[in-house]
C-alpha cells in the first residue's frame, strides 16, 4: 500500500484490517502486507496518527500480488511528485493487481495508469476525475470497479468494500463471508456508490430539517399504518397542510418517503450474511418492512433499484436465492 503525507488514516487501516484478518484455508495468514512511501519512515495522516513506511525503493524485486495507492485530499499534492510517478510506471506493470483507494485514483489516473479504463473515485470528485482526464470511463455510481487488473474504490471505508472483494476472489466466498461476519460489515454493501441513504438524502435536501423526526419515527415504525392521515396526526397537523409541507421540505410526497424508507429496510435485511441462522424468505421480508405482500415490495424495488427484491438479494447478499 502506498501512502503519502497526510493520506487518509482510514483509506489504509480500513483495507489493511481485511487484508491482515485473512486467512488460507490452512489457518496461515492471506496476506503480507507492506505500508510504503516515497521516502520512507513515519507519514503523518489526516488523523494526525503516524504510520510507518518503508521506502519506495524497498519494493524493488519484489513479487507484488496487490498494489493499492491509498486516498485523501492530499492525493491530488502527491500527484504531482515525479519520483512517485517514475516509481509507479516502473512498478505497476509487475504487479498482479492495481488500484486505489478514494481519491488515490487521481495519482493513478495522472501518471496515465487509468487510461482506456472504468475507474471510480470518492462522489464528490467523480465529475473532476472525469473532466481532468477524459480518457477514463468513471462509474460514479460505483462502489468500487474490477476493469481487468485495475481495482479502484469510491470514498474512504469503500476499500474496505474493495479489499473484500479481492479476498472473495483470492480465497473464496466463505473466507469473504467470514471476514464480513467478524468485522460486521456486508460481504457486498447495498446501494450504489451514492453512498446516502434514501432517508439521509431527504435530510440533506432540507435545509431545516423540519421532518426529520418524523423520518426516525417512520423508520422506526414501517409495519404501522404510515397512511397521510397517521403521519399527519404524528405531527400535529391536518392532512392537506402536512402533505403540502412535507413535500415542500423534502421534494417528494409522504407515500414517496414510506416507500423508499421501507425499501431501504428491506435492502438491509436481503443484503444480510444469514450464517448461523435462517434466511429470511422475500415473503417474509415484505412482511417484516411493511409492504404487506410479495408483489407490493416488487413493484417497490422495480420503482426504486430498477430490480426484484431477489435479483438485489441475489448480488448483495450471501448469493443464495430467497425462497
Known amino acids: 500500500m502506498v501512502l503519502f503525507p497526510a493520506t487518509k488514516l482510514l483509506d489504509v487501516t480500513g483495507p489493511l484490517q481485511v487484508f491482515n484478518d485473512a486467512r488460507a484455508a490452512d489457518g496461515a495468514a492471506g496476506y503480507q502486507v507492506s505500508l510504503v512511501s516515497e521516502q520512507g519512515g513515519l507519514i503523518t495522516t489526516d488523523a494526525g496518527v503516524r504510520l510507518e513506511t518503508l521506502p519506495l525503493s524497498a519494493m524493488d524485486g519484489a513479487v507484488i500480488d496487490i498494489l493499492l495507492v491509498s486516498g485523501g485530499s492530499s492525493a491530488l499534492v502527491a500527484a504531482e511528485s515525479a519520483g512517485l510517478q517514475d516509481w509507479l510506471t516502473q512498478t505497476l506493470p509487475r504487479a498482479s493487481r492495481y488500484g486505489s483507494v478514494c481519491l488515490g485514483a487521481f495519482i493513478l489516473a495522472h501518471g496515465g495508469h487509468l487510461d482506456g479504463r472504468r475507474a471510480v473515485t470518492h462522489w464528490s470528485r467523480c465529475e473532476e476525475l472525469a473532466a481532468r482526464y477524459p480518457g477514463i470511463s468513471v462509474e460514479p455510481d460505483a462502489i468500487y470497479t474490477v476493469d481487468g487488473a485495475v481495482w479502484t474504490s469510491a470514498g474512504v471505508t469503500a476499500g474496505i468494500d474493495m479489499a473484500l472483494g479481492m479476498i472473495e476472489r483470492d480465497l473464496g466466498r466463505v473466507e469473504a463471508l467470514r471476514l464480513a461476519r467478524s468485522l460486521v460489515l456486508y460481504l457486498k454493501r447495498p446501494g450504489g456508490q451514492s453512498q446516502f441513504s434514501a432517508s439521509l438524502e431527504r435530510q440533506t435536501g432540507s435545509a431545516t430539517g423540519r421532518f426529520d423526526k ?32 412535507y413535500r415542500a421540505v423534502t421534494g417528494i410526497s409522504p407515500a414517496r418517503a414510506v416507500e423508499m424508507m421501507r425499501v431501504d429496510a428491506a435492502c438491509d435485511l436481503l443484503g444480510r450474511v444469514w450464517q448461523d441462522i435462517e434466511r429470511p424468505s422475500i415473503k417474509q421480508v415484505a412482511a417484516d418492512v411493511g409492504f404487506g405482500t410479495e408483489e407490493r415490495m416488487r413493484r417497490a424495488f422495480q420503482r426504486q433499484k430498477g430490480v426484484s427484491p431477489s435479483a438485489w438479494q441475489a448480488h448483495f447478499g450471501d448469493g443464495q436465492f430467497p425462497d
Open 214 to 245: 418524523l423520518d426516525a419515527w417512520i423508520r422506526a415504525h414501517v409495519t404501522a399504518d404510515l397512511s397521510v392521515s397517521r403521519l399527519a396526526a404524528q405531527v400535529a397537523m391536518s392532512e392537506r397542510s402536512f402533505a403540502r409541507s
